[in-house]
């Protein structure tokens, strides 16, 4: 009798007994205590670990945490980004094109559960410059041969071309290149090539060669005078003040030295005029080779004329 009353109790105060499970009256599913702990453990979401912790536009960042689904979105402030999941505790994205500063980082789930906010350093991109075309001009190059093109990445609206550490006047071609003229009066050797964006970050350097050795392309017969005739010298890089060695004897342009007759004359840096005296009109072998100011020297060139 005792056990009827106590049941009926129960019963009236709706409190299960032990051994028996509670029964959802909406769903009619069978829920026990471990049940919904497993559930609460489940829909729990955070981030462990942030790999790498700060990174620039392009960088992938790998999240390890748990809770994720496959609609896991991870957000940097505002704004969300293409996120890839791997598996519950693995998600990665790429940092899009964003201004640089410090964003909270965070994901937010499809039920709209969301994690705790980390604190994420978005660093300005850096340019990258990969090539330069050409990578040598020479020394009397002139108009579009001076003409120089940069590809690369990251190149921003604004940037600008470093030469040996000074800015000097560019063209911006877009993200991937840009272009500049080098200077006519620009040492001859190796000079460094950069690109800074207006954000100050600046490239690696690369190099650029500036050829002043002078070479001779062609020898012609030029104009019969009196006592002598002309050599037309056709090349590049003469200049003025260049020597002109004949069978090893130097002759340098402008006045002619006492008691010498041979005269050599500066025309432009691809042309030289060397007005030969000959004794006799016999044609014989000599040779030739232009000497710059700096001590840059031709290769020798054989000449058959008188």
Do not use: W
């Not at 020394?139 to 579009?144: E, F, H, I, P, T």
């Not at 037309?232 to 020597?243: A, E, H, K």
Request: glycine share 8%; hydrophobic share 40%.
């Amino acid at each position: 009798m005792r056990c009827a009353v106590i049941f009926f109790l129960l019963m009236l105060l709706n409190v299960p007994q032990a051994g028996f499970a509670a029964t959802g009256k909406a769903s009619g599913k069978r829920i026990t205590t471990r049940t919904v702990a497993a559930e609460d453990q489940a829909s729990a979401m955070g981030i462990l670990s942030i790999i790498p912790a700060q990174g620039e536009p392009g960088t992938t960042v790998t999240l390890s945490g748990t809770g994720f689904t496959d609609k896991t979105i991870a957000y940097l402030g505002s704004f969300s980004m293409a996120t890839k999941v791997a598996s519950p505790k693995i998600l990665t994205f790429e940092i899009p094109d964003l201004p640089p500063g410090l964003y909270a980082l965070y994901v937010k789930r499809e039920d709209g559960a969301t994690s705790k906010a980390y604190n994420f350093s978005l660093q300005a991109q850096k340019p990258v410059v990969t090539g330069i075309a050409p990578d040598t001009i020479h020394n009397c190059a002139a108009g579009r041969e001076r003409e120089v093109s940069i590809s690369g990445r990251n190149f921003r609206d604004g940037a600008q071309v470093l030469l040996d550490g000074a800015v000097i006047k560019s063209r911006f071609l877009g993200k991937e290149a840009i272009s500049f003229t080098a200077p006519s009066l620009l040492a001859s050797g190796l000079h460094q090539i950069q690109v800074k964006n207006p954000t100050d970050e600046v490239s690696a350097a690369i190099a650029l060669f500036v050829n002043s050795r002078p070479e001779v392309a062609n020898v012609s017969r030029g104009g019969d005078f009196v006592n002598y005739y002309e050599l037309i010298i056709d090349g590049r890089n003469f200049l003025q003040g260049s020597l002109l060695v004949v069978d090893g004897v130097r002759l340098s342009s402008g006045d002619v030295p006492p008691g010498g007759r041979e005269k050599l004359i500066y025309l432009d840096c691809n042309r030289l005029i060397y007005q030969r005296h000959p004794y006799d009109s016999t044609t014989k072998n000599f040779s030739i080779q232009v000497v710059n100011p700096n001590g840059e020297e031709s290769p020798v060139v054989s000449v058959n004329a008188p």
